[in-house]
């Protein structure tokens, strides 16, 4: 009987999280190439998110995040659909299904599926049992259950083909920052990470800012100057230059610092190049509106101590999830542990 046991794995799993560290000449062509499939996927950006990846992939993480987890059950085939907004988005879901036991069916989107192959085929040979759990296919059939992540429409399709079957669907999520008034600059800085890298284009991007009344915006621009680089990125300046075009032609008052544009709405997701605020009364009116809106956030990046449903984050560490930090606040480890 194989004893390739959840230490085991996560033991191929730090060395697989040292060797993304320092990539090697093969992964770093992979990550210059990647751009050729996707305009956002630039080498910052891909070079970027297997960074995150890796220093998630250490010994203590994985040790303190396995210890809340047993897995009893018999191996089950996991359909994953996963998404492309961002470079490895989906590797997340595929560690899970392959420290709970089970084989995953993997199917890529079309817009990263360069990366995520690769690396894992550089698990299988740090270590060759992975290789039985692993599949990648173009439809998803037979499969026992399902993770899917999609937009808002297609959530609507997944919901309705996947209802027979256990599942998790995630939806379109966004992020927030909850702002007092007295961040220092450094933490400023570090907001314009979580507003900036991977363009705004992941859930964990924050898109909306809550302030208090009569917040001055100047010291935020001034901090966050160093990022005026991602205006040299033709796609971003694109959706720059569309949406200042329209506010300018529709008279909507905004803010310009020549990369970012801060405008006032109710809406919680912004368009790309966009960041949207609003004014709370106090800190109850705060958390009043982001458990209203709970279902929409991804994570809440502040300071504060704010009595509210959805995970927390400082600043600047939006898109740098710790293995515990799911989705949408669903346990993923939790559910493939239930599976019977």
């Known amino acids: 009987m194989s004893n390739f046991n959840k230490e085991k794995k996560a033991e191929a799993l730090v060395t697989l999280g040292a060797y993304m560290l320092q990539p090697d000449e093969q992964l770093q062509q992979l990550i210059l190439q990647a751009k050729n499939k996707n305009g956002w996927f630039t080498e910052r950006e891909v070079s970027n998110a297997v960074k995150a990846v890796a220093s998630s992939l250490n010994t203590e993480d994985l040790a303190y995040w396995l210890n809340n987890y047993e897995f009893n059950t018999s191996a ?33 989107s079309s817009q990263d599926d360069m990366l995520i192959p690769y690396i894992l085929n550089k698990l299988i040979e740090i270590e060759p049992e992975f290789k039985s759990q692993i599949s990648f296919v173009h439809r998803l059939e037979n499969f026992d259950a399902i993770i899917a992540t999609g937009s808002n429409n297609t959530s609507r399709y997944f919901e309705y083909y996947f209802s027979k079957v256990p599942h998790i669907i995630r939806k379109n999520r966004n992020s927030i920052a909850v702002l007092s008034g007295n961040e220092s600059e450094t933490e400023l800085k570090a907001l314009g990470k979580d507003i900036l890298d991977f363009y705004g284009l992941g ?47 529709n008279k909507v008052e905004h803010l310009d610092n020549g990369f970012l544009l801060l405008t006032r709405n109710e809406q919680l997701s912004s368009p790309l190049s966009v960041l949207y605020f609003e004014e709370y009364d106090d800190l109850k009116t705060a958390e009043v509106y982001i458990k209203e809106k709970s279902e929409q956030i991804q994570v809440v990046i502040t300071h504060l101590n704010l009595d509210i449903p959805n995970a927390k984050a400082s600043f600047g560490e939006s898109q740098q999830p710790k293995l515990w930090d799911y989705a949408d606040g669903i346990d993923t480890m939790k559910f493939l542990a239930a599976l019977n």
């Open 76 to 108: 089950k085939k996991i359909g994953l659909v996963l998404a492309g907004n961002i470079p490895m988005v989906g590797f997340h879901d595929i560690i899970c299904v392959l420290l709970a036991g089970h084989h995953t069916l993997i199917k890529l």
């Open 203 to 249: 859930c964990r991007n924050v898109s909306k800012v809550l302030v208090p009344k009569d917040y001055n915006f100047i010291p935020f621009f001034e901090a966050i100057e160093e990022y005026n680089t991602i205006i040299n990125h033709h796609k971003y300046q694109n959706n720059y230059d569309y949406n200042k075009s329209i506010y300018l032609v």
